[in-house]
């Protein structure tokens, strides 16, 4: 497609659901990123891949955070449990090059959490 | 430790008059720079970046950005706004290892 596309654009969950966020990137980028921006701040990284491989999971902030990329396309963020802490926009942005050096940002997924 | 610090949390200013947005950075090396814009219901929209070479700049929508080293600092202009400039805007550092290190946005107010 010409753009990041993410679904579903807003999602309530009650606390303790599962949710998973979905990321379609631009046909043929390489690099995946996830993104956490809690309200009235920038990004936070969450993970990174290049093609099907994770290379960096560093910023999930629990293990409840699932991420997977299995044919290095489509990527699945995936909440389990849901708390309240994790209701925020989460972002997807890919790159047709390896690193972050330019990135075309999906409009993003809002979770609420209640 | 890495980080960007973008002082203003709102600016207001008019239509057609100048814009400046403040960002500095902790970064040991080099930097990648960049600055994003990120509208209502909108995805994140690179305006312009630094890898090297010309500390000056230019990017999208009329924007210019300049990389002073001595000041840590990468401060976004642009001589007229419009209304549609609304929005907020990021700066971010690129790290070695891929990574973004963001801002916390500034967000731009335009009087009529």
């Known amino acids: 497609g010409a753009g990041v596309s993410q679904s579903p654009r807003y999602k309530v969950a009650k606390r303790g659901q599962d949710v998973a966020l979905r990321c379609d990137p631009i046909?043929?980028?390489?690099?995946l990123f996830w993104y956490q921006q809690a309200l009235g701040q920038g990004p936070e990284f969450l993970t990174y891949f290049q093609n099907e491989a994770q290379l960096d999971k560093s910023g999930l902030p629990s293990d409840r955070f699932f991420a997977e990329r299995p044919e290095g396309s489509v990527s699945t963020l995936k909440i389990q449990r849901t708390q309240q802490e994790d209701s925020a926009v989460y972002l997807c942005?890919?790159?047709?090059?390896?690193?972050?050096?330019?990135?075309?940002f999906g409009a993003g997924s809002r979770l609420t959490v209640l | 430790a890495q980080s960007v610090t973008q002082p203003d949390i709102h600016i207001t200013v008019s239509e057609g008059a100048s814009l400046e947005l403040r960002c500095n950075y902790s970064?040991?090396?080099?930097?990648?720079l960049f600055w994003y814009v990120q509208s209502p219901g909108q995805g994140l929209q690179l305006l312009l970046k630094y890898f090297s070479g010309d500390t000056l700049v230019q990017g999208i929508k009329g924007f210019e950005a300049e990389f002073k080293r001595s000041q840590s600092s990468f401060n976004l202009r642009k001589p007229s706004v419009h209304w549609s400039d609304a929005a907020e805007y990021f700066c971010a550092v690129g790290t070695a290892n891929y990574q973004l290190i963001w801002g916390a946005g500034t967000k731009l107010i335009i009087k009529p």
């Open positions: 970064y040991g090396a080099t930097p990648y």
């Open positions: 046909s043929g980028h390489v690099s």
């Open positions: 942005a890919t790159s047709e090059v390896s690193g972050a050096n330019v990135l075309t």
